[in-house]
Every structure is written in C-alpha cells, then in structure tokens.
C-alpha cells in the first residue's frame, strides 16, 4: 500500500511539473540579442516584453539627448522659447568635439534648428547652444536634468552634461531611458515628428553631415525615432520606436527597443530590428475596453450619485502570447465601501490581468466622473445602512 501512494505521489509531482513547464513554454523566449543590456516595451500596453540587465548602470553617450530635448520641449511648452528665436553660438559650444552640426559664432540660429541639430546630426554644438538659451549657462542646465530625471522617477540616472561625452558618474540604465523616452513620447506629441527628419543640414554647414544615423528609419516604414548614442565606453546604443496599424485595435500599435553596448551602428540597428520584429509576432495586443467604458459600476456610499463607473481615459490594452487572447481573465480590485466624494480621474481600484492563473499586468483604474457627497440627511442614512451592513 505505501509503495501504491508513493508511486501515485511521484506521479503528481511529475504532473505537476509538466503543468509548470507547459505554462513556462506559453512565454514566448526573446531572440539572442548580442548587447549589454536591452528592453522591449509595448506602449500601448505598458507591458514588458523583453529584458536584460535594464537595472545595471551604463553610459548612455549621445542618449542623454533625450533629457536635454525634454527639457528644450518643456521650455517650448512653456513659451520661455519660441521655434523661430535665434540663439547666440558660444565659443564653448563651436568647440564642441564629437559629433557635431557645424555652426560657429558668427551665426544666429533658430532654436528649431537646432533641435533638428540635436536629433537628426546629433551635434555636441547645437545641444549646447541649446543648454545655454533655456539654462543660462550649462552648469544650470544639467542642475535642471538632473532635477527633471527626479521627477520622472528615474532612480539610477545621473547627468554630468547635457551631450553625453563620458564623464564620471553620468550614467543611466535602460528602464531609466525607457521612463524617459515614454515620457518624452506622451508629454509632447507635437515635437516627435522631429525624430523621423532622415537627413537635415543648417545652410552653410558641410552637407556630407547631413544624415540621421539612426539606420531603421531608413529601413523600416514603421520606425519613427528616437535617437542613437556611441562613445569608446558606451559602445553603440539605441533607442528606437516603431508604430504599427493593427485594426482591432482602433489604431497603431508602439513598441520601444533599446539597446546599449553594441558593437557597431549596424550592431545596434540590427537588434533593434530584431527585437521588434519578434514583439510584433511574438506578442498579440488585446484590446480589453475602449477609452472612457465603464470597466465596473461599483454603488458608492454618501454620496449624490448612487454608483460610478471606474475605468480609464484611454483604451486599456494588453500584451499576450500569440494565440492566447482567449484565456485571459481580469478581476477588479477596489476598495469596499466606496465613500464619496470622489473626484474625476480619481484612483479606485486595480484590473488584474490574469492569463493562465498566471499574472500578466494591472492597470490602475479611475472614477470617470466626479461623485459629489450627498446632503447630510443622505449622509446620514448612508451611515446607518453601512453600520447595519
């Protein structure tokens, strides 16, 4: 008899460990990726797909433009610039080393310039010149990126200078810069068609320096930024985002790659490719709720309305295993009661996003509109419905 149960015993572990392994082979193995670190992000799901060592502390060349740009945006935004001021061309800035848009001091360049000279030739000069017009001096402005990385929760980065020659302790990692870049990609929207300017030259500067060296906007439709970066420490790095139509979803598709230390600008662009490649065939994008459908109707205690609808502005999507959108599962985590007053967009509760009884995502959900608190009679009485419930 104790032979029967240990014999039945080991045949429950090893089904056991069949279900695990069937489980395991449901997440789809990234490709072999030959960089120091990279990462593979839906956007539209706000999902990762893909990682390696994206916590490790690297140095992030010519993507520290990203910040310097963010910050350039912000002071657009702002109306502290305008696209058609002209800004002086400091000596420090014409002798920039590095990469370079070629302007010197006799000019006057408008600051639209010299963003296309900051993404498209990736020039040491324009990004200082830049730094100078919205910081006053450089020094101010790299205090101003390492202000602004705080704010946007980027733990583990630090800048030395707003172009990204190697410095000690300027460094980043890549879940930083993909922080940065979404961040980038959501806060302005309108400056992000500077980022697909395949070739760009300011008059009177060598026209062989006129092309992007960002190589899938050459090669790849979809590809729409953002930027490269190489020094001798860093190795050859970038940061690359493509968009794609797929019609169940009502529109594109985005996926950001990044890749750090590589070993070429073909290296780079090439796993680049790889990786979203292998997300847009890998992973399948399941719209779950239209942007503005009530996810639940959860009834509120004390308040005018007697329910109210939690779910999100925009349209809540996930990333799933091809082929597996029929087995996902979501369940609401709110808290209980809900007590008004509860103001529009106001944080309630929690989708879980389940597929396989295993977790795939949680998106925060929202009151969608304002729930005024009631009269004190209704208050009242609502209290004494909850005490007796």
């Known amino acids: 008899m104790n ?21 395991v082979a449901q997440v789809p193995v990234p490709p072999e990726v030959a960089a120091r670190s990279y990462l593979l992000l839906d956007v539209t799901a706000n999902q990762l797909l893909a990682q390696k060592d994206i916590d ?18 912000d002071a657009l935004k702002a ?21 370079r848009m070629f302007i010197d001091p006799k000019m006057q ?3 639209e310039d010299l963003i296309k000279g900051l993404i498209v030739q990736s020039g040491n000069d324009a990004t200082i010149a830049l730094a100078e017009g919205v910081g006053g001096t450089v020094e101010h402005f790299v205090e101003l990126m390492n202000e602004q990385a705080k ?77 490269t970066g190489h020094t001798e420490a860093a190795g050859y790095c970038m940061v690359v985002t493509a968009k794609r139509d797929f019609p169940n979803l009502g529109g594109g598709r985005r996926l950001l790659s990044i ?23 890998a992973y399948d994008a399941v719209r779950l709720f239209d942007a503005g459908q009530p996810v639940a109707t959860p009834p509120v205690w004390k308040g005018k309305e007697n329910t109210v609808k939690l779910g999100r502005p925009e349209a809540i999507v996930v990333a799933v295993p091809a082929g597996s959108a029929s087995k996902i599962k979501t369940y609401v985590a709110r808290p209980d009661p809900l ?51």
């Open 3 to 23: 032979r029967f149960f240990k014999t039945l015993r080991a045949l429950a572990v090893t089904a056991a460990a069949s279900i695990c392994l069937i489980a």
């Open 56 to 73: 490790t502390a690297v140095e992030p060349a010519s993507l520290t433009k990203l910040m310097s740009a963010y910050l350039v945006f």
């Open 79 to 99: 109306k502290k610039i305008t696209l058609q001021q002209t800004l002086p061309v400091s000596t420090r800035a014409w002798k920039m080393p590095g990469s």
């Open 109 to 111: 360049v408008p600051v």
């Open 151 to 227: 704010v946007l929760g980027l733990k583990n980065t630090v800048y030395k200078n707003p172009e990204g020659l190697t410095a000690p302790g300027h460094t980043t990692t890549a879940r930083d810069l993909s922080t940065l870049a979404t961040r980038l990609m959501r806060d302005f929207p309108e400056y992000m068609h500077y980022y697909s300017i395949k070739k760009y030259r300011f008059p009177g500067t060598p026209s062989t320096n006129d092309t992007n060296r960002n190589l899938l906007l050459f090669r790849d439709p979809t590809v729409d930024g953002l930027k």
């Open 259 to 281: 890749v750090l230390g590589t070993a070429s600008e073909n290296a780079r662009a090439n796993e680049s490719q790889k990786l979203l490649n292998w997300g847009y065939t």
């Open 339 to 389: 007590v008004a007053p509860l103001a529009k967009n106001q944080p309630v509760g929690t989708l879980k996003v389940s597929l396989a009884d295993q977790p795939v995502t949680e998106v925060q959900l929202v009151a969608l509109d304002a729930v005024e608190q009631a009269g004190l009679l209704g208050r009242a009485w609502d209290a004494v419905r909850l005490w007796i419930k």
